[in-house]
């Protein structure tokens, strides 16, 4: 099929890329003239597993770039809209840049068309869309509105995009429904996961994916109350956390506890210093909003939010319980994308906490395997970037982990103590098994479990064959 995907984004690139190695004939469309002669040449703008591999089979193929929406919109059944929907400052979505889409594409019709939501956008907007549409002189027979939200995480977008655990098409009408099925007909068949160029199948993938037909609103609901639900599983087990590290409980110990109730299940129930990113700080507030407009008070969400908020102040407290104070002191810092695996520092946790070190008058050398260069454009000219995480730790009187790379759970702990100016570790994301770092020489504190006594530390550092270095205290 003959689809447009608007924006050359997150969302859109993975889209655009995905339903060309499902077989359809793609145009990816943007405004942006720098960003698609860079795609156009086969760079991809961003930090994703398998993505430059699709871009690389399908580009002057079946993957094709434009800056002409009009002309995409005459060529094609289905145009998939994955332009921006900025929170505005009060929290709801900005729609700015879907209306201009939906104007433009009025004016381009050519026969029947499936213009489908692919952004995260509140719901009602598949009908504010069908309004704008036919107020620009689209005939209501021309089109349908659709909606198909995407559940990619970063870092594994591209998988999640050919091994969904469930496809959620919103179509008010059979016709609609009926197009939107056949786009997804290679995944839900079975068919694409027996070619021989099918991207590896994950572990946790059950194929073929469960197909989902619903209204245009509960579809628009679906993506805002997954995504609220899986920030309330992050703000939930943090604030159990706390609860933990008061009572001398383990965390980790409880949350595999939780984790292993089938009704539960483990995942997103990682304590740490907060979500972050491009979608749960936004999404989350945007259904706040949208709670508040129907009347609601949807106060789980705002203590969701408070939650989130309250890990960073509980992290920068241990950073002062292990150093007293922060002005003068230099900290080594690992992480500065929200999560690992990508280079997103979108409302990242790392960078919001290094930006309140630095006016805490602290001095910060930072590694990151793939976030370093889009943070060069927002923290300051104080901090230094390291090409190593020994590099970023050396002479700091702490090192602070705060993004959870894979690389950073592996580190050689007797080369990094040999780096550090004091043997401190803070660890915001429990990478660490607390016996083992003390083993090692080192006052290691983490989220929800206890931080061993400076006093055990020296005893458990001579016990294991070498001298403690002095503590700044």
Partial sequence: MHISVVGSGYVGLVAGACFADL???????????????????????????????????????????????????RASSAIFIAVGTP????????????????????????????????????????????????????????????SNPEFLREGTAVTDFLYPDRIVLGADHERCASLLREIYQPLTSGDYYRRQHAIPKPDRAHIPPT??????????????????????????????????ESVGADVEQVRQGIGSDSRIGPRF?????????????KDLAAFRAVARECGYDFRLLDEVNRINEEQRRL???????????????????????????????RESPAILLIQTLLQEGCSVAAYDPAATERAREVLSSKVEFASS??????GADALL?????????????????????????????????????????????????????????VVAAAAAGRKSKPKNR
């Fill in 23 to 73: 077989g359809h004939e793609i145009i990816l469309v943007d405004n942006d003239q720098l960003k698609l002669s860079a795609l156009k040449s086969g760079a991809v703008p961003i930090h994703e597993n398998f993505l430059p591999e699709l871009v690389a089979r399908h580009r002057g193929k079946r993957l094709n770039f434009s800056g002409d929406l009009s002309e995409a919109v």
């Fill in 87 to 146: 929170a505005t400052d009060q929290g709801d979505a900005d729609l700015s840049y879907v209306e201009s889409v939906a104007r433009e594409v009025a004016g381009a019709i050519n026969g029947y068309k499936v213009v489908v939501e692919k952004s995260t956008v509140p719901v009602y907007t598949s009908n504010w869309i069908r309004t704008v549409m036919s107020r620009n002189g689209a005939a209501p027979d021309s089109f349908d509105v659709a």
């Fill in 211 to 244: 197909l989902l037909v619903t209204s245009a609103k509960s579809a628009e609901l679906i993506k805002h109350a997954s995504n609220a639900f899986l920030a309330m599983k992050v703000s939930f087990i943090n604030a159990v956390a706390s609860i933990c």
């Fill in 269 to 281: 129930l990682n304590p740490g210093i907060g979500y972050g990113g491009s979608c749960f700080p």
């Fill in 315 to 345: 992290f920068l407290r241990k950073v002062r319980s292990a150093l007293w104070t922060l002005k003068g002191k230099h900290l080594g810092v690992l992480g500065l994308a929200f999560k690992g695996g990508t280079d997103d520092i």
């Fill in 389 to 394: 995480p020994y590099e970023a730790a050396a």
């Fill in 401 to 457: 982990i705060l993004t959870e790379w894979d690389e950073f759970a592996t580190l050689d702990l007797h080369r990094l103590y040999s780096k550090l100016q004091y043997p401190i570790v803070v660890d915001g994301r429990n990478l660490y098994d607390p016996q083992i770092m003390t083993a090692h020489g080192f006052t290691y504190y983490s989220v929800g479990r206890q931080t061993i006594p400076p006093e055990s530390q």
